[in-house]
T-cell receptor
Framework: DAKTTQPNSMESNEEEPVHLPCNHS???????IHWYRQLPSQGPEYVIH???SNVNNRMASLAIAEDRKSSTLILHRATLRDAAVYYC????????????????FGTGTRLTIIP | GAVVSQHPSRVICKSGTSVKIECRSL??????MFWYRQFPKKSLMLMAT?????????EQGVEKDKFLINHASLTLSTLTVTSAHPEDSSFYIC???????????FGEGSRLTVL
């Protein structure tokens, strides 16, 4: 499985944007970049995913480098409820490759929001 | 609301007993389910892949006789921790693939404490 590297922890002030980086220098052409987050004592929650183009949804934005070796999850206006561990994961073929749904979780980034 | 439900969310048992944890997909058919365990402050570790109607595929180092997985229907997979010991105390999380869309959903997790 292609590996991802994330900072162990980050802090951000409430109501400010947060940029969570992820390095994936060994990404292959068919790997989709997925982001999940996990709140304390809960299962992971899907945040966003993309392949090459930047993506936006109601939760966040995903900026993907042109060479795809890194990506950044952007929370536009952090709230206290965004405090969680954020995981950047590569999944071959994205959602629709039924032969490769297995996800390998790295250590993730623990995001602390300062009121 | 949750589309993948785990039960029980918390369970405490005596050493030597067996505990069953259920993972249900609530409004989709899950051809594949995954079981993870997570220790405090650590990332998720994949234990096994469960396919409906066939034997589970276990990750290296996971004892299949210790962690029995049954995926008897397209909406239910169970994990039974047999002869539980205190070191089996952990947070167990399942995930399920929607067989139609390929989307991946996680359960809320089940916290097992073995006394």
């Amino acid at each position: 499985d292609a590996k991802t590297t994330q900072p162990n922890s980050m802090e951000s002030n409430e109501e400010e944007p947060v940029h969570l980086p992820c390095n994936h220098s060994t990404i292959s052409g068919t790997d989709y970049i997925h982001w999940y987050r996990q709140l304390p004592s809960q299962g992971p929650e899907y945040v966003i995913h993309g392949l090459t183009s930047n993506v936006n949804n109601r939760m966040a934005s995903l900026a993907i480098a042109e060479d795809r070796k890194s990506s950044t999850l952007i929370l536009h206006r952090a709230t206290l409820r965004d405090a969680a561990v954020y995981y950047c994961i590569l999944r071959e073929g994205g959602w629709f490759n039924f032969g490769n749904e297995k996800l390998t979780f790295g250590t993730g980034t623990r995001l602390t929001i300062i009121p | 609301g949750a589309v993948v439900s785990q039960h029980p969310s918390r369970v405490i048992c005596k050493s030597g007993t067996s505990v069953k944890i259920e993972c249900r997909s609530l409004d989709f058919q899950a051809t594949t389910m995954f079981w993870y365990r997570q220790f405090p402050k650590k990332s998720l570790m994949l234990m096994a892949t469960s396919n409906e109607g066939s034997k589970a595929t276990y990750e290296q180092g996971v004892e299949k006789d210790k962690f029995l997985i049954n995926h008897a229907s397209l909406t239910l997979s169970t994990l039974t921790v047999t002869s539980a010991h205190p070191e089996d105390s952990s947070f167990y999380i399942c995930s399920a693939i929607d067989g139609n869309t390929g989307e991946l959903f996680f359960g809320e997790g089940s916290r097992l404490t073995v006394l």
